[in-house]
């Protein structure tokens, strides 16, 4: 390897290490291992800042303006109470409920913006059943990352992958709905079991939190009315972005701007509800992954890959799948899709099952991500808005009860990938 290529992976894993000990600031470790790799020359500062998403920061940063002006209003209050009801307050029902309902809505939306709309919802659920938020968010962020697989739009590798491959929303639905299926009955299986004994809630609280009226927690109707419409229109457009020649992005962020005109609210109010140490977070981590990426580090591996399996589709797509899902926990899944899919057309372009390749790679891009903290966007965000609320998520914490989701989904996925396409 390069001079180059030692310094960026010496800094990313340091980073990295730093990241999971846990005992500083992962906002300020991301920067500061950001800016060393420009100031080591590893990165120019226009290719570092040319590395920085903005589709994703600007998605971020549309939807968290959006979600904290129907904050305002006292909806996700009310969404608590009904959510409550309808487990009877039960909470790990209640848990299962919130999962699943972030599983659909991740499945046609971004998963990123799922979280950030969901995660107010859980807040608000916890304080009113005077219970941690944590298992919920833990396990509603698990769950919008295996409801994202499902389809070319619930995950950006799948955009990625569906763009390359020439795979359209029908295929994805086709191919991977029915595996995730079964990977999210498994995780709701996992998620019962770990938690059964730990949540609980005294009848007396279940009693007076059921017996809240839900008349008195709508604050402002006429702003609820305006936000939801927006938001509503918001989401559509997100799901034919396609068709409208929109990112993402530009959707959020006229959404935001034309909830504030309609509100009558003061820019300045509005966004100090965003969450800038995330999007920080990932302005620096964006910069970090370009570091090995541009380098040729993660290629290299790729590289590997394809030479070790010598034409066995079956060894190629089983192997595929594991890298994918063990690169992906540790490198934002993003860049290493854009990565690995040369090396899937060049795999398919010798003779191979093109069908496992692709979908090898997404289950393993997408599913990768629940393993650790920094695995997956969604997941950033979501411990980031429980340490804003006074609840911290630690790297180590995540680890141990993602990893039993990690292994229980890829290898249902090895399963899947072998009966469907390599018998």
């Not at 420009?38 to 290719?47: A, S, W």
């Not at 993602?402 to 989904?409: L, N």
């Amino acid at each position: 390897m390069t001079t180059d290529a030692w310094i960026a992976g010496a800094i990313f894993v340091v980073a990295y290490i730093l990241i999971a000990v846990d005992k500083w600031d992962r906002t300020l470790v991301a920067l500061l291992g950001a800016l060393l790799v420009i100031v080591t020359g590893v990165l120019g500062q226009v290719e570092a800042f040319r590395a920085i998403d903005l589709n994703v920061i600007f998605l971020l940063a549309g939807m968290m303006v959006l979600a904290s002006v129907i904050a305002k209003t006292g909806f996700f209050e009310l969404v608590a109470i009904r959510s409550v009801r309808l487990s009877h307050g039960e909470p790990v029902r209640l848990m299962l409920i919130l999962a699943a309902v972030t599983a659909v809505l991740s499945a046609f939306l971004d998963n990123v913006t799922t979280v950030v709309l969901i995660a107010p919802i859980i807040l608000s659920v916890a304080r009113r059943l005077d219970v941690s938020p944590i298992p919920y968010l833990l396990a509603s962020v698990f769950a919008s990352n295996i409801g994202g697989t499902a389809t070319l739009i619930g995950d950006p590798p799948n955009i990625l992958i569906g763009s390359a491959a020439n795979l359209g929303f029908g295929e994805f639905l086709l191919n991977l709905t029915p595996v995730i299926l079964i990977v999210f009955a498994a995780f709701s299986g996992i998620m019962w079991v770990t938690f059964r004994h730990e949540l609980k809630v005294p009848d007396e609280r279940k009693e007076m939190v059921l017996e809240r009226a839900e008349g008195t927690t709508i604050k402002d109707r006429p702003l609820l009315v305006k936000s939801l419409a927006v938001a509503a229109v918001t989401i559509v457009a997100f799901v034919v972005h396609g068709p409208l020649g929109l990112e993402p992005a530009t959707i959020a962020l006229l959404g935001a701007t034309v909830l504030m005109l309609v509100a009558r609210l003061e820019p300045r109010e509005a966004l100090h509800e965003v969450e800038w140490s995330t999007l920080f977070f990932f302005v620096g981590l964006f910069i970090l992954v370009e570091g090995i990426v541009a380098t040729g580090i993660v290629a290299r591996f790729a590289d590997s890959l394809a030479a070790a399996t010598q034409g066995n589709v079956t060894v190629a797509s089983i192997a595929l799948l594991w890298f994918s899902a063990g690169a992906s926990a540790v490198v934002d899944n993003i860049p290493y899709t854009a990565t690995a899919i040369p090396v899937v057309h060049r795999l398919v372009q010798g003779g191979m099952n093109n069908d496992a390749l692709w979908w090898a790679l997404s289950l393993g891009a997408c599913l990768g991500g629940n393993l650790t903290i920094i695995g997956a966007s969604a997941n950033v965000v979501v411990a980031n808005m429980a340490d804003r609320a006074g609840f911290r998520i630690s790297f180590v914490q995540f680890l141990k009860y993602g990893a039993a989701i990690f292994f229980s989904s890829i290898a249902i996925s090895t399963v899947y990938l072998w009966a469907r396409y390599l018998i």
